[in-house]
């Protein structure tokens, strides 16, 4: 919402629709198909609003069918513990703000950690466009970035994290965390070494591999991996399914290159090859953007409540749980992935997905809040507040600065956790994505500014969040690794080799960042 008051000018009357936008429209017209499953879903908001704002977000997959679940098991969505888990990851999220780094975890648990958090500036790169019109001017009502970012594993904990042979067959991936780590103890990777089957060698966890490239006779890695499922295992009796690495996924399946082919280097004795599927690169870099110390941006917050109250037309009362701003939404996606050219994350908690997902498309339409009729033209969509006041359920909420509402259906396609696989190569077509649907309207002041609105869902994108663009994964250890690792055919220079094992043995592990962006130049050379 805008704090500013209304004022009297000479522009004050002006449509805000018609403000910096083109003389003529040339959108083509919104497909007939879609339009009318809007204009369907319209009429059930207004029959009913509280029972529509409590519906769950339509998810499609690739061919357009609906999708299901995830991470979570129906008890944990019904106990609610896929919010905890979340706000768990959410809160060592940090910031620097007024030059002082703040985490979530040194306030309210999943709240922003200074007032007005839901700001677009606080995320995109560079807030350049404000109105909706100079959206629709500059033919932003859609966009992709031009490679998605890369799927991978959220590499579970009850399956040992890194620490899971993936490419094995025989790896019995089993619910019981205590059966799959029962078979890498009476398996070693130094016993599979010492047998020179090569395919068997292949066959090794990400872990484990780095462990014999860094010379670390102790398997520290491999063993930090497991021991996280250990803790619970013996805590609870079991590992929750859902726990797992995705909020180090997330970035860095933007923030570093896809490794687009394998690699074969030299372990540490100089003797034994070690092939690195891009799987594996993928996973380390996914864990060094998990554990390393990095400054992330993020908009929104989330409250712990299971069950937030609501008004009786069914709209979340509690600021705490409304989370981020429709306004907000729709500058930081227009901004960021429209104008910036570079993704970010959405933490849906809703979901029953594991809630990490990196952004990578999307486009919307308008309709008319009065009318409830579906069309590209944006001035068809704007309706002025003075005519729409009696009919607007969200009145209450509305800034005193809005003088027109606009409507959007806003699809979003976002990139979903693959299994892993020993691929010799990796390319966008490897990866998964869904596609989301939001609906929400929009208050525009006299200028046009987008300055707030209303969700027509209570389940929507709670947080966002992104590592600032050029931002780099580092461990503390990264800055003794001295000197050049001049190919794979070689081993690592020593104070590398060193570097990394004090970097496995951190209270929160992570492959050296010199060694993970190494291995993806070698896998794009």
């Not at 890498?184 to 462990?211: F, H, W």
């Not at 491999?222 to 997330?250: F, L, N, P, S």
């Not at 005193?400 to 396609?413: C, E, K, L, P």
């Given at each position: 919402?805008?704090d500013?008051?209304?004022s009297?000018d ?11 936008a083109?003389?003529?429209d ?6 007939a198909a879609e339009?009318?499953e809007l204009?369907?879903l ?7 609003p509280a029972?529509f ?7 499609t997959?690739?061919?357009g069918?609906?999708v299901?679940?995830?991470?979570f098991t129906a ?5 609610g513990?896929h919010?905890?888990?979340s706000?768990l990851?959410?809160r060592?999220?940090s910031?620097?703000?007024d ?6 975890s ?6 922003a ?8 500036e606080n995320l995109?790169?560079?807030l ?6 100079d959206m629709?001017g500059?033919?932003l009502?859609?966009?992709a ?13 009850y399956l040992g ?5 993936y ?10 965390w205590a059966?799959n780590?029962?078979?890498?103890e009476e398996r ?13 060698i292949?066959?090794l ?5 780095y ?5 670390d006779?102790?398997?520290t890695?491999?063993t930090k991996?497991?021991?996280?499922g250990?803790?619970?295992y013996?805590r609870?009796?079991?590992v929750e399914?859902?726990m797992g ?5 997330a970035p860095?399946?933007y923030?570093?290159p896809?490794p ?8 540490a004795?100089?003797v034994?090859?070690?092939r ?8 380390l870099?996914?864990l ?10 993020f ?5 712990n ?8 037309n069914g ?8 989370d981020?701003n429709?306004?907000?939404w729709h500058l930081a996606?227009?901004?960021?992935i ?9 933490d849906?908690?809703y ?5 990490n ?5 999307y486009?919307y ?7 409830r009729?579906?069309t590209s ?11 729409f006041k009696?009919a607007d ?18 699809r ?8 892993p ?5 990796d390319s966008a077509?490897?990866?998964k994505l869904?596609?989301?649907?939001y ?10 500014e ?9 389940k929507?994108?709670d947080f966002l ?6 931002g780099?994964?580092r461990t ?10 001049s ?7 020593t104070?590398w ?18 060694i993970?962006?190494r291995?993806?130049d070698f896998a794009?050379?």
């Amino acid at each position: 919402m805008s704090d500013d008051q209304p004022s009297r000018d000479p522009e004050e009357h002006q449509d805000p629709s018609r403000a910096g936008a083109p003389d003529e429209d040339v959108d083509e017209d919104v497909d007939a198909a879609e339009a009318a499953e809007l204009e369907r879903l319209l009429e059930a908001f207004h029959r009913d609003p509280a029972e529509f704002l409590s519906r769950h977000p339509v998810k499609t997959g690739d061919g357009g069918d609906a999708v299901e679940a995830g991470a979570f098991t129906a008890e944990q969505i019904r106990s609610g513990r896929h919010i905890s888990g979340s706000d768990l990851y959410r809160r060592s999220q940090s910031a620097v703000h007024d030059g002082v780094i703040i985490t979530l975890s040194e306030v309210l648990p999943g709240k922003a950690p200074f007032a007005g958090n839901d700001r677009a500036e606080n995320l995109v790169d560079n807030l350049e466009v404000t109105r909706l019109a100079d959206m629709h001017g500059q033919k932003l009502r859609k966009a992709a970035l031009d490679e998605s970012p890369w799927s991978d594993d959220y590499w579970a904990i009850y399956l040992g994290v890194l620490g899971k042979r993936y490419a094995d067959p025989r790896f019995p991936d089993s619910k019981d965390w205590a059966e799959n780590r029962k078979y890498i103890e009476e398996r070693p990777a130094p016993g599979v070494v010492a047998t020179g089957d090569q395919e068997a060698i292949n066959k090794l966890s990400p872990a484990e591999k780095y462990d014999l490239l860094v010379g670390d006779p102790d398997g520290t890695l491999t063993t930090k991996m497991w021991e996280q499922g250990r803790v619970y295992y013996e805590r609870d009796g079991e590992v929750e399914t859902w726990m797992g690495i995705c909020h180090g996924w997330a970035p860095a399946a933007y923030m570093l290159p896809r490794p687009r082919r394998y690699v074969d280097v030299k372990a540490a004795d100089g003797v034994t090859t070690l092939r690195f599927y891009p799987a594996d690169i993928k996973s380390l870099a996914s864990l060094l953007w998990a554990n390393a110390p990095t400054v992330t941006r993020f908009v929104g917050g989330r409250s712990n409540d299971k069950d937030p109250p609501t008004d009786d037309n069914g709209r979340m009362i509690s600021e705490k749980a409304f989370d981020t701003n429709p306004a907000t939404w729709h500058l930081a996606v227009v901004n960021q992935i429209g104008v910036a050219r570079r993704s970010f994350i959405i933490d849906a908690t809703y979901d029953y997905e594991v809630w990490n997902q990196p952004v990578h498309e999307y486009r919307y339409s308008y309709f008319n809040p009065l009318t409830r009729k579906a069309t590209s033209k944006l001035e068809r969509a704007t309706v002025s507040y003075d005519d729409f006041k009696d009919a607007d359920i969200f009145r209450a909420y509305r800034s005193d600065a809005t003088r027109s509402i606009v409507g959007v259906m806003m699809r979003m396609r976002y990139v979903v956790e693959t299994k892993p696989t020993p691929r010799e190569t990796d390319s966008a077509t490897r990866d998964k994505l869904h596609t989301v649907r939001y609906m929400y309207d929009l208050e525009l002041d006299r200028r046009g500014e987008i300055i707030g609105g209303e969700w027509y869902q209570n389940k929507h994108p709670d947080f966002l969040w992104t590592p600032p663009p050029g931002g780099r994964a580092r461990t503390s250890p990264d800055a003794y690794a001295e000197g050049e690792w001049s190919g794979p055919d070689t081993p690592l220079p020593t104070s590398w080799r060193n570097a990394a094992r004090y970097a496995s043995r951190a209270n929160k592990p992570s492959p050296l960042g010199k060694i993970v962006e190494r291995l993806i130049d070698f896998a794009n050379a």
